[in-house]
């Protein structure tokens, strides 16, 4: 099961990676950050695990903690994202009926005596577009 990594997490890879590449002790990197040592520790045990950081036992002033030292890698949520640009054929939607429609200003509404509902012409446009489209399809 796949761990996602949560704002604290990254903050603390990001402030690893920038401010002590060589690595740091957990003891003293949660005093640093001005948070607690059990919030450190389970995010440097997610990030260990997910391969962000490697942590090294050493007894520090008679104490057991961790030297911890960054793995540069990307982040999830730095990856590039790639945007699909649709054309539109505006043509098409220039063409509706109801554009050049005498009714549209206050008449022709939905239960009203013109009802898009029930309108012939924007029936027919609708029914001429699909068989249009089918046939595009069918070419291909």
């Given at each position: 099961?796949?761990?996602?990594l949560n704002?604290?997490?990254?903050?603390?890879?990001?402030?690893?990676?920038?401010?002590?590449?060589?690595?740091?002790?957990?003891?003293?990197?949660?005093?640093?950050?001005?948070?607690?040592?059990?919030?450190?520790?389970r995010s440097?045990?997610?990030?260990?695990?997910?391969?962000?950081?490697?942590?090294?036992?050493?007894?520090?002033?008679?104490?057991?903690?961790?030297?911890?030292?960054?793995?540069?890698?990307?982040?999830?949520?730095?990856?590039?994202?790639?945007?699909?640009?649709?054309?539109?054929?505006?043509?098409?939607?220039?063409?509706?009926?109801?554009?050049?429609?005498?009714?549209?200003?206050?008449?022709?509404?939905?239960?009203?005596?013109?009802?898009?509902?029930?309108?012939?012409?924007?029936?027919?446009?609708?029914?001429?577009?699909i068989s249009?489209?089918?046939?595009?399809?069918?070419?291909?």
């Open positions: 099961m796949a761990t996602k704002e604290t997490d990254i903050k603390i890879y990001k402030y690893i990676l920038k401010k002590h590449p060589d690595g740091i002790r957990q003891n003293d990197l949660w005093k640093k950050l001005k948070t607690t040592s059990r919030v450190v520790s440097l045990k997610k990030l260990e695990k997910l391969g962000y950081v490697k942590r090294t036992p050493v007894i520090h002033n008679g104490r057991h903690t961790y030297f911890v030292v960054a793995i540069p890698k990307p982040l999830p949520t730095e990856r590039k994202t790639r945007i699909r640009r649709v054309r539109i054929n505006f043509k098409q939607y220039t063409d509706i009926p109801c554009m050049y429609c005498p009714y549209i200003d206050k008449q022709c509404y939905e239960g009203g005596f013109y009802d898009p509902r029930t309108c012939d012409w924007l029936t027919e446009w609708i029914l001429e577009n249009k489209s089918r046939k595009r399809i069918r070419r291909k």
